[in-house]
């Protein structure tokens, strides 16, 4: 599980830090630079997470073929959602070129910024299909129960993503079209990696690299549940923004930096996910549903101790990493108590995260699709409830995210009680 989870990790956080570092280099050029960043950043990152079913479904299929022994097959059915992912994201490439202008129109983009956020959108468009190709070798990759080569991968990556940033930016003078031309670069310098390495596994266990269509077809229905959970996934994150935006500008403000912290501890529960989708989909593909839910327990355990530690940090820390974020004392008094609530929160968020990966790695993607809109309708109840009597972020967070992650461990804990999501061989029918 260590072997698994540790370098999904760091390779998890990699991205995270350099993106920040990516919009240290476009601030310096100006406000409006910034500002388009954040408007084409936002596009980009929502296309991409939207597609995150494109690793996440390999992840499942792949380690279900290799428990049945079936390695071959395994690969192949990796290169089938590469297929998906390239034509996926030519689709995007076009749209994201041609409707630039449109989209930043859409998102109220100021006249001094809409210009930047245009260029650095059409010119990171070109990237689209390398990300959606990293997002599906990486998921190959984790089913063949390596996740360190996508850390190596990622570090390089992201590494030289700086790097050229910084020379194109300053060095070249090309300002934000040189930011997102550097990550171009990146991402299919990434993208022809992680195809290096499918291409070798592929021709070292004799399975073909040409499109199959019906693979191809058989990769997306794999992945249209776990769509469908991701957008419910946006659309609470979104609910939540904009509630924290009508109750003002220092609530936003706080919700933004909480949330970022979230978020990074997030990124080490998401790590144990991923062993669970693994350790979980070779299991079962071995035909050994004991071992599966033996496994689940252990990393159950692990996840709920994981979480308690990280709540008790997010309390004991706040005194030297809040000044890091804001010097406003209104913003400063109300991320400690908004803090209380989220650390409060770490220990059901760790058995959700794991839960959320075994169900995934079970290829019980049909549940998750079902249960991630009941979820939305409850943490929309709990925003408008809180809205309507007049309750701040605190209470936002209590209530709101409070029934957002209980709703979903009830769930997801209901589910895996039962027998229903383990079903052995090599494929879920």
Same mark, same amino acid.
């Given at each position: 599980?260590?072997?698994?989870?540790?370098?999904?990790?760091?390779?998890?956080?990699?991205?995270?830090?350099?993106?920040?570092?990516?919009?240290?280099?476009?601030?310096?050029?100006?406000?409006?630079?910034?500002?388009?960043?954040?408007?084409?950043?936002?596009?980009?990152?929502?296309?991409?997470?939207?597609?995150?079913?494109?690793?996440?479904?390999?992840?499942?299929? &792949?380690?279900?073929?290799?428990?049945?022994?079936?390695?071959?097959?395994?690969?192949?059915?990796?290169?089938?959602?590469?297929?998906?992912?390239?034509?996926?994201?030519?689709?995007?490439?076009?749209?994201?070129?041609?409707?630039?202008?449109?989209?930043?129109?859409?998102?109220?983009?100021?006249?001094?910024?809409?210009?930047?956020?245009?260029?650095?959108?059409?010119?990171?468009?070109?990237?689209?299909?390398?990300?959606?190709?990293?997002?599906?070798?990486?998921? &190959?990759?984790?089913?063949?129960?390596?996740?360190?080569?996508?850390?190596?991968?990622?570090?390089?990556?992201?590494?030289?993503?700086?790097?050229?940033?910084?020379?194109?930016?300053?060095?070249?003078?090309?300002?934000?079209?040189?930011?997102?031309?550097?990550?171009?670069?990146?991402?299919?310098?990434?993208?022809?990696?992680?195809?290096?390495?499918?291409?070798?596994?592929?021709?070292?266990?004799?399975?073909?690299?040409?499109?199959?269509?019906?693979?191809?077809?058989?990769?997306?229905?794999?992945?249209?549940?776990?769509?469908?959970?991701?957008?419910?996934?946006?659309?609470?994150?979104?609910?939540?923004?904009?509630?924290?935006?009508?109750?003002?500008?220092?609530?936003?403000?706080?919700?933004?930096?909480?949330?970022?912290?979230?978020?990074?501890?997030?990124?080490?529960?998401?790590?144990?996910?991923?062993?669970?989708?693994?350790?979980?989909?070779?299991?079962?593909?071995?035909?050994?549903?004991?071992?599966?839910?033996?496994?689940?327990?252990?990393?159950?355990?692990?996840?709920?101790?994981?979480?308690?530690?990280?709540?008790?940090?997010?309390?004991?820390?706040?005194?030297?990493?809040?000044?890091?974020?804001?010097?406003?004392?209104?913003?400063?008094?109300?991320?400690?108590?908004?803090?209380?609530?989220?650390?409060?929160?770490?220990?059901?968020?760790?058995?959700?995260?794991?839960?959320?990966?075994?169900?995934?790695?079970?290829?019980?993607?049909?549940?998750?699709?079902?249960?991630?809109?009941?979820?939305?309708?409850?943490?929309?109840?709990?925003?408008?409830?809180?809205?309507?009597?007049?309750?701040?972020?605190?209470?936002?967070?209590?209530?709101?995210?409070?029934?957002?992650?209980?709703?979903?461990?009830?769930?997801?804990?209901?589910?895996?009680?039962?027998?229903?999501?383990?079903?052995?061989?090599?494929?879920?029918?």
């Amino acid at each position: 599980m260590l072997r698994l989870a540790v370098p999904a990790f760091f390779a998890l956080v990699a991205e995270p830090l350099f993106i920040l570092a990516d919009a240290a280099i476009v601030g310096h050029l100006g406000t409006p630079q910034l500002a388009g960043l954040g408007i084409a950043g936002t596009v980009l990152s929502t296309l991409v997470n939207l597609c995150v079913f494109l690793a996440y479904a390999t992840t499942a299929s &792949v380690a279900r073929l290799v428990g049945a022994g079936d390695r071959r097959g395994a690969i192949r059915q990796g290169v089938d959602g590469l297929w998906l992912g390239t034509l996926i994201g030519a689709a995007l490439l076009v749209v994201g070129v041609i409707a630039a202008p449109w989209i930043v129109d859409a998102f109220g983009a100021s006249a001094t910024a809409a210009p930047h956020a245009t260029t650095y959108l059409r010119i990171s468009s070109l990237g689209i299909p390398a990300m959606l190709i990293v997002l599906a070798a990486t998921g &190959v990759l984790r089913g063949l129960q390596d996740t360190r080569t996508p850390l190596v991968v990622a570090v390089a990556g992201f590494a030289a993503n700086l790097v050229l940033n910084l020379v194109l930016v300053y060095g070249f003078d090309f300002g934000i079209a040189g930011s997102a031309w550097g990550t171009v670069i990146a991402q299919w310098a990434m993208a022809a990696a992680y195809l290096a390495v499918v291409v070798r596994g592929a021709r070292a266990h004799e399975a073909r690299l040409v499109p199959d269509f019906s693979g191809i077809r058989a990769s997306a229905a794999a992945g249209a549940p776990l769509f469908v959970r991701t957008v419910s996934l946006r659309a609470i994150l979104i609910i939540g923004a904009v509630a924290a935006t009508r109750m003002g500008d220092t609530e936003i403000a706080t919700h933004q930096v909480a949330w970022q912290i979230w978020t990074f501890l997030a990124f080490a529960l998401d790590a144990l996910a991923i062993a669970a989708q693994a350790i979980v989909g070779r299991a079962l593909g071995a035909g050994d549903a004991a071992g599966a839910r033996s496994a689940t327990r252990r990393m159950l355990a692990w996840s709920v101790w994981t979480g308690v530690v990280f709540g008790l940090v997010i309390v004991a820390a706040r005194p030297l990493y809040v000044p890091w974020f804001t010097g406003d004392p209104d913003v400063r008094h109300l991320l400690g108590a908004v803090l209380l609530a989220a650390a409060a929160l770490q220990p059901l968020a760790g058995p959700v995260f794991v839960l959320d990966g075994v169900l995934i790695g079970a290829g019980d993607g049909r549940f998750l699709a079902l249960m991630m809109p009941a979820v939305l309708l409850v943490f929309a109840g709990a925003v408008a409830a809180v809205t309507a009597l007049g309750g701040g972020l605190v209470a936002l967070w209590w209530c709101g995210v409070g029934s957002f992650m209980a709703a979903r461990l009830l769930l997801l804990g209901w589910r895996a009680k039962g027998d229903a999501w383990l079903v052995t061989g090599a494929r879920v029918k």
